[in-house]
């Protein structure tokens, strides 16, 4: 089946009588008919909510279809994907290489909480591809990929990467929230553990905070382990808003990405703009990793401003209309953020002006365009 055949049916029954979509079932006890059934089920049904009811089961297995993945692990937001998986993964004495490029959180819980469970953190390049193996030791347990990365859009070359890794037994995980697992595949291209915000454009409403960890084979049991021992779960209605979102992903992103790239395109003409960060562009440096890697993008990308202070970009975010000010992504409302004050990185810190973050919504492109056009004069 295709993309968008297979985005109608997955996580759903296709037999019998039943209603379209699974049901929210609130629960936190479920009753076992006579006490030989309490800790032994034979209909595999468990016996308590955190485990998981039909609607949280039914995005288990949507997102499961989508990635071709043996496990997926729902998580209380995208960030606890991250954390979760990372957990998984470590332990007292290891050592931990990650992308330069993560989003702010993850690099801060790696930063501030690894190093007092005894794990080193040593960040890297993400443009540094097969070279990742001079940094590889021998106790290193995990590599942390973001691709692309948030910010500032570095892809990063997930098989040079995954082959150098695996040779010392190092998992890698990637953290493909832009991608959405839809229009990549993180565990096709090597990597262990597939990670995202469902916040994003699962979600794609900006009304529910999710994520997941997928992963196929051997490398569930450690996953599960640390998922069951931390007690991390999501609500029936949540997990039902996500599987709705998966409903319309594709087009969604189609529809997001096209007009992502239109807009890059016009805004890489202008002469307050240095640089336009999309790797959907010839542009791009890591575009060729890009088109071997990704089927199509998504709609966020970074706008590099000439000369531009924090006041300049002040002034145009707030002579901004239909473009909100905001965090986050994903949603059908176009949304835009200044990205220096929170821009943290030990390679490549020199920028040529202000970094401006766009998230293009569902809005008409022409619509948008004139807005960022009367927002860039009005700043001046
Ligand atoms: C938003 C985001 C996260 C965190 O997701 P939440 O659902 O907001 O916790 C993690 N990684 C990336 C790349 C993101 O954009």
């Not at 007690?231 to 979102?245: I, N, Q």
Request: proline share 4%.
């Amino acid at each position: 089946m295709k993309r968008d055949t297979q985005l109608t049916r997955a996580g759903r029954s296709h037999h019998g009588t039943r209603p379209v979509n699974a049901a929210i079932q609130r629960a936190s006890t479920v009753l076992a008919g006579e006490a030989k059934d309490l800790y032994n089920r034979p209909d595999g049904i468990p016996l308590y909510a955190r485990f998981g009811m039909e609607s949280q089961n039914a995005l288990k297995s949507a997102l499961c279809e989508m990635q071709a993945a043996d496990y997926c692990a729902l998580t209380p937001s995208g960030l606890s994907a991250m954390t979760l998986a990372t957990i998984a993964c470590v332990s007292n004495g290891g050592h931990v290489l990650a992308a330069d490029c993560l989003y702010g959180p993850t690099r801060m819980f790696l930063s501030d909480l690894l190093p007092d469970w005894g794990v080193k953190v040593e960040y890297f390049d993400p443009r540094i591809g097969g070279g990742i193996s001079q940094h590889i030791r021998e106790n290193t347990q995990l590599v942390f990929c973001e691709s692309p990365g948030s910010l500032t859009f570095e892809v990063q070359d997930i098989p040079a990467i995954s082959a150098a890794a695996h040779k010392v037994g190092a998992r890698v995980l990637v953290d493909d929230t832009w991608s959405a697992g839809l229009n990549a595949n993180m565990l096709d291209l090597g990597a262990d553990y597939a990670a995202q915000s469902l916040t994003k454009y699962a979600g794609g409403h900006s009304d529910v905070i999710m994520g997941a960890v997928l992963c196929r084979g051997d490398n569930a049991e450690r996953l599960k382990g640390a998922e069951w021992r931390l007690g991390l779960c999501v609500s029936p209605d949540d997990a039902f808003l996500v599987s709705r979102g998966l409903r319309t992903l594709g087009m969604r992103m189609d529809k997001s990405g096209a007009a992502s790239i239109e807009i890059a395109e016009r805004l890489a003409e202008r002469p307050e703009v240095s640089e336009v960060l999309h790797p959907a562009r010839a542009d791009h440096p890591d575009h060729a990793i890009y088109t071997r890697d990704f089927s199509a993008p998504a709609g966020v990308f970074g706008v590099q401003f000439k000369d531009w202070d924090i006041a300049r970009s002040e002034r145009f975010l707030d002579a901004l209309e239909i473009f909100g000010l905001g965090f986050s992504w994903g949603g059908f409302e176009s949304l835009a953020v200044h990205c220096d004050p929170q821009l943290r990185r030990n390679f490549r810190d020199q920028r040529d002006g202000a970094l401006i973050r766009l998230a293009i919504g569902l809005e008409d492109v022409d619509d948008l365009w004139n807005d960022l056009e009367q927002a860039i004069r009005a700043s001046a």
